[in-house]
């Protein structure tokens, strides 16, 4: 039987940020994910790393803060999937006053050091290009800033990190349960295979619940679900700044450039129902989205415009709040270490999963007597050294360094492999399978990034299935038959 010192359930952000964290301070870890890394809610989120400038209406000041202190470390350290992205906001005069939205940017710009990114402003609407889309009864808007983040990316360069410092990383092997024995856990896997661990992880998201019954612990609290659904639309406006809207029930809804040629609109709350796997973008949540848009933009967007809709289940640490908006997204970390060590990770946020996942490491690391020292505040994952240039710089240098691989390319391979990328597309591409996909990138990411359909590669890995015709989707499905 191998012997591990942590099993991670779960390939969520958690799981595989709580899995590197712990193989960075040396400990033998061994992460396990029922289907592909980030392929549940880490793959449908907003993809914002944002503050939460809404958070502060529930006086959640802790947490803003301690999320606008996270944008700054992973700008920092992940630029090439992670950059600024100037947000406006259009007053209405009918729901918060102008005073109340001042005051908010204000402590929005102040709660934590801003060191990268520009302040807030205020400014009218008739001669500002940035409003061009607005219907004309809007004449004040506010403009701040916050970033953005290829979030599957995100899940996967924390797990390949890991790998790289030791950690097993295992897709597509669900965890099937686990018994306290002798001061340790002897886990089962998925097709019967048993390894031992000191401690155990439950990063399940979701299925935090349904992982402590397959152990036979007693839930420390209580996860209250909440579908978070989006929209992709045809492009809607000019320009790369995106849109934070006021909603009629006081929710907002963001309007975010996508991929080039789309707009993102999202999210909704709705409590979820059942198994988080069903979840999906229902009509009714696609006509809100819609209407919230319509209601302040010139352009009326109807629901047959959407080209594409996603839904993620949020497992929220149910904190007893009536409104699904505004249950807490902290994170709630909860450790049993009665006989072995079991850690259960509820809530949380894609900005704060590194703060998570270093307590975490922490926690679980005094548990089985070797906590060691945090680490990943100052480290770049993997492919985020660009050697001290800007991702336009670095992109010109490719350029140069890599003839054979078409110019029109190369913005989306730095984004998506950032430093790495000489190596990733090193020597000829091979075949072109459509958008910016070539065979050589294909193959990296079956041989390197754990990616076993071409789902994986066309709407985790990367977003080009959304830039392909039906038969090149079906031509790259082949390569995986």
């Known amino acids: 039987m191998r012997h591990f010192d942590v099993v991670v359930i779960g390939g969520g952000v958690n799981g595989a940020g709580i899995a590197r964290d712990l193989a960075g301070r040396g400990h033998a870890v061994l992460l396990l994910e029922k289907d592909d890394l980030a392929q549940a809610t880490s793959s449908s989120s907003s993809k914002l790393i944002h503050g939460g400038l809404r958070y502060l209406e529930h006086h959640e000041?802790?947490?803003?803060?301690?999320?606008?202190?996270?944008?700054?470390?992973?700008?920092?350290?992940?630029?090439?999937?992670?950059?600024?992205l100037r947000f406006v906001l259009p007053h209405r005069p009918e729901m918060r006053p102008r005073w109340m939205i001042r005051l908010g940017l204000f402590l929005y710009d102040h709660l934590a050091?801003?060191?990268?990114?520009?302040?807030?402003?205020?400014?009218?609407?008739?001669?500002?290009?940035?409003a061009a889309p607005l219907k004309p009864a809007i004449t004040h808007a506010f403009a701040y800033s916050d970033a953005w983040v290829e979030d599957s990316r995100l899940v996967l360069l924390c797990a390949l990190d890991a790998a790289q410092r030791g950690a097993e990383v295992r897709p597509r092997c669900g965890f099937a349960g686990a018994e306290r024995h002798d001061g340790h856990w002897i886990v089962t896997l998925e097709g019967g295979e048993r390894v031992q661990a000191r401690a155990l992880v439950n990063a399940a998201g979701p299925w935090v619940q349904r992982a402590l019954a397959a152990v036979g612990a007693e839930p420390p609290g209580k996860v209250r679900l909440v579908r978070g659904s989006h929209v992709v639309l045809p492009r809607l406006y000019e320009g790369e700044h995106a849109f934070i809207l006021q909603n009629d029930d006081r929710r907002v809804?963001?309007?975010?450039?996508?991929?080039?040629?789309?707009?993102?609109?999202?999210?909704?709350?709705?409590?979820?129902?059942g198994d988080p796997a069903t979840a999906h973008c229902t009509d009714e949540e696609a006509?809100?989205?819609?209407?919230?848009?319509?209601?302040?933009?010139?352009?009326?967007?109807?629901?047959?415009?959407?080209?594409?809709?996603?839904?993620?289940?949020?497992p929220?640490?149910?904190?007893?709040?009536?409104d699904p908006s505004a249950v807490t997204r902290d994170y709630v970390l909860k450790l049993d270490d009665a006989r072995a060590p079991l850690l259960s990770v509820y809530g949380?946020?894609?900005?704060?999963?590194?703060?998570?996942?270093?307590?975490?490491?922490?926690?679980?690391?005094?548990?089985?007597?070797?906590?060691?020292?945090?680490?990943?505040?100052?480290?770049?994952?993997?492919?985020?050294?660009?050697?001290?240039?800007?991702?336009?710089?670095?992109?010109?240098?490719?350029?140069?360094?890599?003839?054979?691989?078409?110019?029109e390319w190369l913005p989306r391979l730095v984004r998506t492999h950032g430093g790495m990328l000489p190596e990733v597309m090193a020597g000829d591409p091979g075949a072109h399978l459509g958008?910016?996909?070539?065979?050589?990138?294909?193959e990296w990411m079956r041989a390197g990034e754990?990616?076993?359909?071409?789902?994986?590669?066309?709407?985790?890995?990367?977003?080009?299935?959304?830039?392909?015709?039906?038969?090149?989707?079906?031509?790259?499905?082949?390569?995986?038959?």
């Open 113 to 130: 050091r801003r060191v990268s990114l520009p302040g807030a402003e205020a400014f009218r609407t008739a001669d500002d290009p940035r």
């Open 450 to 481: 754990w990616a076993m359909t071409a789902e994986d590669v066309l709407w985790r890995r990367t977003k080009l299935g959304l830039h392909m015709t039906e038969g090149e989707r079906a031509a790259v499905a082949a390569r995986f038959a």
């Open 253 to 273: 809804v963001f309007v975010i450039p996508y991929e080039g040629r789309f707009s993102l609109v999202g999210t909704t709350d709705v409590p979820h129902e």
């Open 348 to 407: 949380g946020k894609i900005t704060t999963f590194r703060r998570l996942a270093e307590e975490a490491a922490s926690l679980v690391g005094a548990a089985i007597g070797r906590e060691g020292t945090p680490w990943t505040a100052r480290a770049f994952l993997p492919g985020g050294d660009l050697g001290g240039r800007t991702r336009e710089a670095f992109t010109a240098e490719m350029a140069r360094a890599l003839p054979l691989v078409p110019k």
């Open 61 to 84: 000041f802790r947490l803003v803060r301690e999320a606008l202190g996270e944008r700054e470390v992973l700008l920092r350290t992940a630029p090439h999937i992670i950059w600024p």
């Open 287 to 314: 006509a809100y989205l819609c209407a919230a848009v319509s209601r302040q933009f010139r352009r009326e967007v109807r629901p047959e415009d959407i080209i594409w809709r996603y839904s993620g289940v949020r």
């Open 316 to 322: 929220l640490f149910d904190d007893g709040a009536a």
């Open 435 to 442: 958008a910016s996909l070539s065979e050589r990138e294909l």
